[in-house]
């Protein structure tokens, strides 16, 4: 049987110990749906199993193509989708044609260009993988795309399961969805995360 998460070697993300959900971010994505890979996915998130602490929360990217065409797995049902906007509230853009995808399927935006001293590894550049820019004065690094604000989205997951430890991951999604705060200069995404009115 087709496992998304053995499959893709993840999750290597955030796990809630000791609570009902786990948190997974799955860096993977394309255009085609598969029927079985969407079932795998619902159930996933909706189950418990004896090796895991309860059902997953997956938190995907969107992609960075600048297009409104659907990715998956970030578009199958209880997926939380993830676009991406800048410090002044933009639309993500990391240029060369490198956009925040953007449209009704993504259900939440967060910050990308997260600041960070932990690189993956070297670029042609010489900047660690999915960077992008050189270190500042204290050697940190700006992590860009939509991986990067599936990252904060995930962080902000978290938060909401640790402070309502009974909720399945529907719920915990649904409230970071719920408490969105709108992007004046992105109306294209639908909405940033805020992680003090989620966990209200």
């Not at 009704?104 to 992008?132: F, H």
Request: glycine content about 12%; hydrophobic content about 35%; proline content about 10%.
């Amino acid at each position: 049987m087709y496992d998304p998460v053995k499959t893709y070697g993840y999750p290597k993300g955030l796990m809630v110990p000791h609570y009902n959900i786990e948190v997974a971010i799955l860096q993977v994505g394309g255009y085609s749906p598969r029927e079985t890979h969407r079932r795998h996915f619902a159930n996933l998130a909706g189950t418990y199993s004896p090796n895991r602490v309860g059902p997953i929360l997956f938190v995907i990217p969107a992609g960075n193509n600048n297009t409104t065409r659907p990715t998956y797995p970030a578009n199958y049902p209880r997926v939380m989708a993830v676009g991406a906007y800048d410090r002044r509230g933009q639309r993500a853009d990391w240029g060369g044609g490198q956009k925040s995808n953007y449209g009704s399927w993504v259900d939440v935006a967060a910050p990308s260009n997260v600041g960070s001293t932990d690189p993956l590894g070297t670029n042609s550049q010489g900047y660690p993988l999915g960077w992008v820019g050189p270190p500042d004065e204290h050697e940190t690094y700006l992590f860009g795309g939509t991986c990067a604000a599936a990252a904060v989205a995930a962080g902000v997951a978290q938060l909401v399961q640790s402070k309502y430890k009974t909720w399945d991951p529907d719920q915990v999604q649904q409230r970071i969805i719920d408490t969105l705060v709108p992007l004046e200069y992105a109306p294209e995404l639908p909405g940033s995360i805020d992680a003090f009115l989620a966990c209200q």
